[in-house]
């Protein structure tokens, strides 16, 4: 009875260990499944925030990229209008240069028209106290250095120089002056068929005659007295040609198809000539 009796109790607290175990077994399977469960939800929220952060960077991305597009864009197009402008422009200037020049030999054109080149010239009234003169012809002279600086040549008293380039009236004068001279002043039939021998025949000359005051007053740029010395105007001129806009103030010399006595010409100052300079040997 008594081993009965201990196996019943050795029963009776297995039972209860049993029991107990199971107990905590059932109170620890929810904890750790709660944990799992936590995890997982934190998980899925963690995966949510940084897919919902990368959807607004990837949307702030859209957002830049045509706006800064547009910058470009814009900058490119404004660029190509100041580069066509700027073409306008140069375009512009050509075609007046052009037709500016155009105009100058259809005055030429309708000159020699008006008269053949190997007609006498006409002589004026004396009021005006224009020589009456003749086409002369003549052989290309070489000229001499003489007494005179490197580049210049020589005549009577005086050396003169013959540019390579060709300026404006006044810019012609102004490099003159800056060597000691000024634009040629004709004093006499003999000056005239000098510079006429040694001068190249397809070229206009600037010379030192200027119609400074009010029209039909002209003037010698060293002072000599206009009135006393011969002029030599080809004929119809001076004309003071209406269709130039600043009018026909400065005097050059006609080119000729031939060599011959150069005669004048009242033309636009702000033409561009080879011109002479004239200083005292």
């Not at 995890?39 to 859209?62: I, L, W």
């Not at 050059?252 to 561009?272: G, I, T, V, Y």
């Amino acid at each position: 009875m008594l081993l009965i009796s201990m196996h019943k109790q050795t029963d009776l607290m297995n039972m209860k260990s049993g029991r107990t175990f199971c107990e905590c077994m059932v109170r620890v399977q929810p904890e750790k499944s709660r944990d799992i469960l936590v995890d997982q939800v934190m998980e899925s929220q963690y995966h949510q925030f940084a897919s919902s952060d990368s959807s607004s960077d990837h949307g702030a991305h859209k957002f830049t990229t045509p706006t800064g597009v547009k910058k470009i864009v814009f900058c490119v197009l404004y660029g190509i209008l100041v580069l066509l402008l700027l073409i306008l422009l140069m375009v512009t200037g050509i075609k007046f240069a052009q037709l500016n020049k155009e105009i100058t030999n259809i005055k030429h054109h309708i000159e020699r028209a008006s008269y053949g080149e190997t007609a006498s010239m006409s002589s004026s009234s004396s009021s005006s106290g224009t020589t009456t003169q003749q086409e002369v012809i003549f052989q290309r002279l070489v000229p001499v250095r003489g007494t005179c600086r490197v580049g210049w040549v020589s005549f009577q008293s005086s050396c003169y120089l013959l540019s390579t380039s060709a300026l404006t009236w006044s810019k012609a004068e102004d490099q003159c002056r800056a060597q000691g001279a000024h634009l040629l002043v004709l004093n006499n039939v003999e000056e005239l068929d000098y510079i006429s021998k040694i001068v190249e025949l397809q070229y206009h000359y600037w010379i030192g005659l200027v119609e400074r005051q009010h029209e039909g007053h002209w003037s010698w740029v060293d002072g000599t007295d206009f009135n006393v010395t011969p002029t030599f105007w080809d004929k119809g001129q001076p004309d003071d040609w209406d269709y130039r806009e600043n009018g026909e103030d400065c005097g050059q010399l006609h080119p000729s198809a031939r060599r011959k006595r150069k005669l004048w010409n009242d033309a636009d100052c702000n033409l561009q000539y080879k011109y002479i300079c004239e200083t005292r040997a």
